[in-house]
């Protein structure tokens, strides 16, 4: 349903909603300032950059968002992906890049694709964002020791090697001021949950810093005065040969916005026992990162730290999240001159602190004890997002649970003769064949498990271990809920091969989803529709028909597979 969260609520807003609203609005523009600035600073862009990001993606994700409670704004998730973008192609190529993502994720989003998105898998997710986490925290080593290095190489290993170098430039004034700050963070959110500690250790390293006159870098010495403007960016010189390069990263920042967001939606509705509109979030999302681009912000999404906060003081619609935007505004607007006085070793204390945060280690601790496969996903998209690029690691990592994925399922179906099989278990089952009289000149194999390409060469090895060809083969489906084009392809030319070759194929338990996509493909025509039966009584019986043989039960001759068996009942039960 493509319509916002803000159109249902106004319908029943009052004055006592509002109030509610306007407080934790407030507050959370407060607290989004200093994460603002930080996440622009670490993506290597100038503080204001974050700030527009923050008011222009924040007002749209919550104006158009199908979540009540979803603030949006730049996150920790884009800090390296940023980095990189603005490393190659420049502050306007970022700018273009955001543009394109924005413009897909609107896509996505109208063509309902906010279910896929939440079915990427767990490892994955844990994978690259563990590594951002990392990633994060090695871009604020030289502020958080006021390290002297004039030029931090971009590579991972690299950068280490210059910090273990470089480490006896270490300024005491700048790392008591991230060590307290980062300590007071942590004990404050034991006493107040309501304010995070960052935006108190801002404050207080800003004016600790600014009495005592510390020798620190701050805002101001680094990039000036901060001043916000919103002009609309120049796109004229834009080319399309430019746009094929950069479609690769703004495909990466629409995959992640759109995780990000959808996760943080995902938990709101936990903690408000609400149910989000992912289509429609997804489509605000890519009018939050339109905006962002056309003002000269950066990328932006939901932000799950803001969105908790929203509600833990007692935001209950989108007009809190519009309020915020505007609060930045304001704060920017008649305080902004004061941001220059921030010591940048107090934000990378909050950074390092969001860092641990967004490492959900003792999620990836617990993964490393899941199967082997899910370790390897997990570690391969950890370390191409550290050593490498997050694009690459996205990339890989959705590559390999896609094949994992194959093999698991291929490894679920299974395919067997079992005409002269019997094992004692199948007497609870009363269709085992074991408890049916096969004919002479019958084999019946049964499918086990979705039928698709996974499972197609297990299929030819046991069609392959049959020595002669019998008279009559059964395809026994009660156990396949699904098939694909490939299984479909595979049924055909056995069917044809087996007719050549004066072999009958009766297809037997045919489920709803199988049926209608043999109806669809045409197949009934191939094996004809007396070939198809419910159960394996009448199939049996089918064959005793072909071969002469006298019937001995009471099942009628080629049932025909009723179409109402798309309700879901197993034909063959």
Known sequence: MLIP?????????????????????????????????????????????????????????????????????????????????????????????????????????????????????????VGFTSGIALTIFTTQIKDFFGLNIANVPSAFIDKWIVFAQNIGSLNWYAFGLSAGSVLLIVIWQKFN??????????????????????????????????????????????????????????????????????????????????????????????????????????????????????IKNGGKTPVAGIIHAFTLLLIMLFLGQYAALIPLSVLAAILV???????????????LKSPKSDVAVLLITFFLTVIFDLTIAIEVGMILAVFLFMHQMSIVSNVGVITREFNEEETFDPDAIGLKEVPKGVEVFEINGPFFFGAVDKFNEAIDRVAKRPKILIIRMRNVPAIDSTGLNLLRKLCIDNRNHGTTLILSGVHSQPYIAIEKAELTDVFGIENIHPHIDSALNRAREILGVVENTNTKLGDKVIIENQKGEDLDE
């Open 193 to 310: 949950k309501k304010i995070p500690g960052s935006l108190i250790a801002l404050i207080a390293g800003t004016i600790i810093s600014t009495v005592l006159n510390f020798p620190v870098e701050t805002i101001g010495t680094k990039f000036g005065q901060i001043s916000i403007s919103f002009q609309l960016t120049d796109f004229s010189n834009f080319t399309f040969a430019q746009a094929k390069d950069l479609i690769q990263p703004a495909i990466t920042i629409a995959i992640l916005a759109a995780i990000e967001a959808l996760l943080s939606a995902v938990v709101a509705d936990g903690m408000i026992g609400d149910k989000h509109r992912s289509n429609m979030e997804l489509v605000a999302q890519g009018i939050g990162n339109i905006g962002s681009a056309l003002f000269g912000g950066i990328p932006a999404t939901g932000a799950i730290a803001r969105t908790a906060t929203n």
């Open 5 to 125: 969260k803000l159109y249902n609520t106004l319908q029943t807003y009052n004055k006592e909603t509002f109030l509610q609203d306007l407080a934790a609005g407030f507050i959370v523009g407060i607290v989004a300032l200093p994460l603002a600035i930080a996440f622009a600073i670490a993506s290597g862009v100038s503080p204001e950059k974050g700030i527009i990001t923050a008011i222009i993606a924040g007002f749209c994700v919550s104006a158009f968002g199908g979540s009540k409670v979803q603030i949006g704004g730049p996150t920790g998730a884009f800090v390296i992906i940023v980095f990189g973008i603005v490393q190659q192609y420049g502050l306007a190529g970022l700018t273009f890049a955001t543009l394109i993502a924005g413009v897909l994720l609107i896509i996505m989003g109208l063509v309902k694709l906010g279910a896929v998105i939440k079915f990427i898998p767990h490892p994955v997710i």
């Open 353 to 367: 602190v969001v860092a641990y945060n967004m490492s959900e280690w003792r999620g990836f601790v617990r993964l």
